[in-house]
Each structure stands twice: as structure tokens, then as C-alpha cells.
């Protein structure tokens, strides 16, 4: 099936393995492309949490697969070392063959401006009308659509209002959230959407090396298991209803909300929170005893039942195309 995301990613199945933070290792990311859809290395993923010195583990990627995959820029200007450590990474990306680029948060102008000279192209994530007029400006080519059922950083939009609320600006729409199933992707495309950007799913897979704790979680969870928590990250994020998560409570303490009510004090507030955010996400995904249980995972859940190669989702959603 061919549609304006299959020709601008070179791919096959307009299928995405969204970008994600801490689960997108390497050999996942190539299964997916192998396959014939795309997966999306996660910077801070790749070198932090699986270890891979950046280039090395784009050719790792490379080793697996001569299909393209892409990469995710979390352009959220806040602070200006972050922003030339992700400058580079675009920079070793483009050497090393990349051209699809997901930004999410922030102003992807930069981002296009660095890209496109070489044939690169940018999809932008937008929850709603504001953010995608500021990426079309910016010359995102094209929109991932992240709506109220998405794992991470859910919108607050259903899918087919999200969509009806971004096709006036005439570029390809891609949903993100709520697709578990291959019967879930066909219905998006139906709705006019020109393919699916899938986290949830792509964690319960063999080659996601998240614990099985973790995998298993979203396996047991259901869709009303999925909350929105501000305690990690300081803006909501969908996670899993764990009994920590529970003890935690979901709302930001009075001492954070106050943080936040400043602007120059919400740059720093959002600094730490990240920081932070980095360090505890990794350790709680990654602990093979499972113990601490805090978990991302989007209401896609109610429709995963069984860990499987990434392959074998890919193909299986080809088949309902
Ligand atoms: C655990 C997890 C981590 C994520 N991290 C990122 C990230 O680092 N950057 C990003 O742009 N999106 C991130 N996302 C969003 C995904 O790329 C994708 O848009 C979303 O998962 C789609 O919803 P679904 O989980 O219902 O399939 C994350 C999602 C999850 C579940």
C-alpha cells in the first residue's frame, strides 16, 4: 500500500515504531525496518540507556538492516548544551545515511533547515491546531498526530477530531495512540489517516530488552489500568496503574506546581524534572527483578496480549492493508 508516508520513508507498510524513551534499542528499531515498516532511534535511548556510543549504534542498526530508519528529535529548547549534543547527533545521523526525522515538542525550524539541503525530511508530532501551525510553518513535511489514547505524552484529542482538526493544512497525517491490533491500524487508515506511528505495541516484542516485568505489565494492563501521571516528568504521562504508582499519587506536589507558574523558574523546574525523569525511567524499565514499577505504556494495551517478534507485527498488520 502506498501512501505520502510509505514514498517520504522509503518504506514499504506505513507503519512507525515511534521513538521511545528508554525502550527503543537498536535491534528493535532494525527489526521493524527490516520488516518493512520503520522504527526510530531515540538519542538518549541509544547512547544513555543501551550504551551505544551514537554512531556505533546507528551502524549496529546498519548491520542488521540496509532498509532506512529514522531518528527522533526532542527539540524542547531547554537548555542550549542539550540542544548542540542533539545538533550533532542530526549531524552523524545524516552522515550514516538517516533522512526520516520525527521532532516532537518545540520549533522543528532548525531541524528542516539542517535536513532538508540533504533530502531529509521532518514529520512533526502536534496534539492540536496550535502546534501543527507553528511546524507547517517551520516546514514540517508532514504531521504525526499524537492523540488521548497515546502512550508518552497523550493529546487531549480523540483520533477522528484530531484529524478533522489537521487536514486544513493539506500535509500527510500519521496517528499516534490507541493502536494495538492490526485491525486497530486498518481502521486508522480508513479514517484517512496515511499510516500509524505504534509505541505501546513495539515494548511487548522480543527484541525490546525492557524487562519482562515490564512486558508482561502491559500484557495484564487494560485500557482503564492506563493513567495520566505529572510525578515523573512534571506534565502528564501515560503509565501503567502499579501499586507504586498508586502510592505516588498522579498530580505534581504544590511546590512543583508553584515552580511551574514562573517562567524562568519552570526552565529550571522542567531541567531537573528531565534529569531526573532520565535516570528513574531507565532503572525502572530495565530492572529485571521488576521491582520498581513505574511503566509508560498507552491505552493500547487493551489489545496486546502476547509478546512477539517486531517482525511478525509489522507483517501482520501488512496483511490487513
Ligand atoms: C514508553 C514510551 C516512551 C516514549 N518516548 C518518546 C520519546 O522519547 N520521544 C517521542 O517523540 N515520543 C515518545 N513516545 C511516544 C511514541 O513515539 C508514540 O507516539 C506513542 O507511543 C504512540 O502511542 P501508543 O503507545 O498508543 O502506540 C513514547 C511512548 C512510550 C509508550
Not at 45 to 74: C, D, Q, W
Not at 104 to 122: A, F, H, K
Request: charge should be positive; charged fraction near 20%.
Amino acid at each position: 500500500m502506498e501512501t505520502p508516508l510509505t514514498r517520504d520513508a522509503g518504506i514499504r507498510v506505513p507503519l512507525i515504531c515511534g521513538a521511545m524513551y528508554p525502550c527503543s534499542n537498536p535491534e528493535l528499531v532494525a527489526a521493524v525496518s527490516e520488516a518493512g515498516a520503520i522504527g526510530i532511534v531515540q538519542p538518549i535511548a541509544l547512547t544513555y540507556v543501551h550504551g551505544h556510543e551514537f554512531r556505533a549504534g546507528l551502524r549496529l542498526i546498519k548491520s542488521v538492516t540496509a532498509k532506512p530508519f529514522g531518528m527522533n528529535a526532542l527539540i524542547e529548547d531547554s537548555s542550549s548544551i542539550y540542544r548542540r549534543r542533539m545538533e550533532q547527533w542530526i549531524a552523524v545521523a545524516l552522515e550514516e545515511g538517516v533522512r526520516f526525522f520525527v521532532t516532537s515538542l518545540g520549533n522543528p525550524g532548525w531541524v528542516v533547515r539542517m535536513v532538508e539541503p540533504v533530502g531529509g525530511i521532518v514529520y512533526h508530532d502536534v496534539t492540536e491546531r496550535k502546534w501543527a501551525e507553528k511546524g507547517a510553518a517551520a516546514g514540517a513535511k508532514g504531521f504525526i498526530a499524537v492523540n488521548r489514547r497515546a502512550g508518552g505524552h497523550a493529546g487531549p484529542r480523540d483520533a477522528a477530531a484530531l484529524l478533522a482538526e489537521l487536514s486544513p493544512f493539506g500535509l500527510p497525517v500519521v496517528a499516534a495512540g490507541g493502536v494495538g491490533t492490526a485491525e486497530e491500524f486498518r481502521a486508522m487508515l480508513d479514517l484517512g489517516y496515511v499510516g500509524v506511528q505504534c509505541g505501546t505495541r513495539f515494548i511487548a516484542t522480543s527484541e525490546c530488552l525492557v524487562s519482562e516485568h515490564y512486558k508482561r505489565a502491559i500484557l495484564a494492563a487494560d485500557e482503564e489500568d492506563i493513567v495520566l501521571s505529572e510525578r515523573i516528568t512534571g506534565v502528564p504521562v501515560a503509565v501503567i496503574r502499579t501499586p507504586k504508582v498508586v502510592r505516588m499519587g498522579l498530580h505534581a506536589g504544590p511546590f512543583a506546581r508553584w515552580m511551574f507558574r514562573g517562567r524562568r523558574r519552570k526552565r529550571w523546574l522542567r531541567m531537573w524534572y528531565a534529569l531526573r525523569s532520565i535516570r528513574s525511567l531507565k532503572l525502572a524499565s530495565l530492572d529485571p527483578k521488576g521491582g520498581d514499577e513505574y511503566w509508560q505504556a498507552g491505552k493500547s494495551v487493551a489489545g496486546i496480549t502476547s509478546i512477539e517478534p517486531a517482525g511478525e507485527i509489522v507483517r501482520a498488520f501488512a496483511r490487513a492493508l
